[in-house]
Each structure stands twice: as structure tokens, then as C-alpha cells.
């Protein structure tokens, strides 16, 4: 009997751990997905696109941008600061943050630098003697 009850209860702990996690873990997808669901955060791997039309708003301190998602859908971004360091270099960029009004406010961008995926040259350290 006391064992019954300790797993209930170690079951009861596990089911409200996990709702608990549940509602602060976001996922990834894509600009329809999150603009279905304007009240969830989202993670969206984009690119950036359309260069020309980005621009800085000073007096929102807000860093507007055109980015497509993995399926291809292009929408615009507001991000609360100014545009990151090598944000330009960027090979793609994990936008996280939640759609709202045809925009999608990152509330953070994590960067995808091209060097990191580039594959290296090996080379030798050591001179060929004979």
C-alpha cells in the first residue's frame, strides 16, 4: 500500500514538473506557425533578406528587417536594439521572440556564422624529412 502511494505521488510530481517545463519551452517553426499563435514564443531560423529595406528607427531604438523563414515565408522583424555586431555576416540566425500584427518581434537573435560551418584546410605542422 505505501508503495502504491509513493508512486502516485512521485507520478503526481513528474506530470506537474512537466506542465510546468511545458509552458516555458518554445519550439521551432516557422512565420505562419507563430502568426497562428501570437501569444507562444518561438524560435525561427532565418536569413536575412532584402537588405536595402532594413533600417534602425532611433526613436523606438528598434532594428527593423526583412527575414525568410525555412519554408520560404519572408516577413518583417523588430528587434528592441540596435542591429547586432556581425549581424551582416551572419549565415542565418535563430530569431526568438513572438508574431504579432504581420511582424514578428525577436525578442533575441542567436547568429549562424559562415566561418563555423566553412570546412578547413588541413594543414601540417611538421616538415617532411627523409
Known amino acids: 500500500m505505501r508503495l502504491l502511494i509513493a508512486a502516485l505521488g512521485v507520478g503526481l510530481a513528474l506530470t506537474l514538473l512537466l506542465m510546468s ?3 516555458e519551452l518554445t519550439i521551432y ?3 505562419r506557425t507563430a502568426a497562428a499563435n501570437p501569444t507562444k514564443t518561438y524560435h525561427i531560423i532565418a536569413e536575412w533578406v532584402e537588405r536595402e ?4 528607427e532611433p526613436q523606438k531604438d528598434a532594428f527593423y528587417f526583412r527575414a525568410r523563414d525555412t519554408l520560404g515565408n519572408i ?6 536594439d540596435p542591429k547586432p555586431i556581425n ?3 551572419a549565415y542565418r540566425v535563430v530569431l526568438i521572440g513572438q508574431h504579432r500584427d504581420s511582424i514578428f518581434y525577436a525578442e533575441k537573435i ?3 556564422c559562415p566561418s563555423k560551418y566553412k570546412e578547413e584546410k588541413p594543414t601540417s605542422s611538421l ?3 627523409r
Open 87 to 89: 549581424f551582416d555576416a
Open 127 to 129: 616538415p617532411l624529412t
Open 21 to 23: 517545463l511545458g509552458e
Open 53 to 56: 529595406l532594413s533600417y534602425y
Open 29 to 31: 517553426t516557422d512565420f
Open 110 to 112: 542567436l547568429m549562424k
Open 75 to 80: 516577413r518583417w522583424v523588430m528587434y528592441p
